[in-house]
């Protein structure tokens, strides 16, 4: 919006970055509930993910917050982890664009070619599928899918939250099916569906997914700078031992 508004002290954050982005400022209750929630389960996810962790490290150096919560930023630029959400709605427009969607056996075909890597980007991903720690499923994917579906039915939208779901079915059961394996939809699948009903566009999901990740960080600074050690990983090296070559008798190998 090229209006500017000044922020209102009575409503929550959530109500006020609606407020804000809006020309006419307007919004239901039902899509400030989606969009608090959003930033509830991207708020944090434990210490083992790669920015949490790299917030840890910086802080263990006894630099400042900013710095710490740069480097945060910058692991979470990164498409491997803060990205996953610009790449579902890029995927879904592939898939609109390339194949009859409504119809699940045409569907289910070019999810395997995304699959063998014929298709979309090449890299055999079905992005919003899958998680390194849940396979089963993944808890924030199950509240915000319900609230999703709720808002596509307000905002006549179900057609494109339907396609998500049948992605989410296809791929759970091909990868059961083929490769033995149990896979679940994780939280991005969603959660750009969300910012695009709300308006928000696509250039700012990983933003918005930073501004709410913002207090799990600052949580993580503040247990780490309570111990006053480095972090300084231990590693070791399992190769066995190779017989000195002289340079002069090593042979380039070269392509």
Partial sequence: SLVIHNPLDDCSTAENMLYLMRRDGDFTDMEAKLLDLCLVVHADHGGGNNSAFATHVVSSTGTDIYSALATAIGSLKGPRHGGANHKVETMKEDIIKNCSYNKKSELESYIRKILDKHAFDGKGLVYGMGHAIYTISDPRTAILKKMAGELAAEKGRTEEFE??????????????????????????????????????????????????????????????????KIIRPAYVTNQSKNVYIPMNERVSVTK
């Fill in 163 to 228: 396609l998500l779901d049948n992605i989410e079915n296809i791929t759970k059961r091909i990868f059961r099916e083929e490769k033995d394996k149990s896979i679940c939809a994780n939280v991005d699948l969603y959660s750009g569906f969300v910012y695009k009903i709300l308006g928000i566009e696509k250039e700012l999901y990983t933003p918005m997914f930073a501004l709410a990740r913002m207090a799990g960080w600052c949580a993580h600074r503040l247990e780490q700078i309570r111990d006053e």
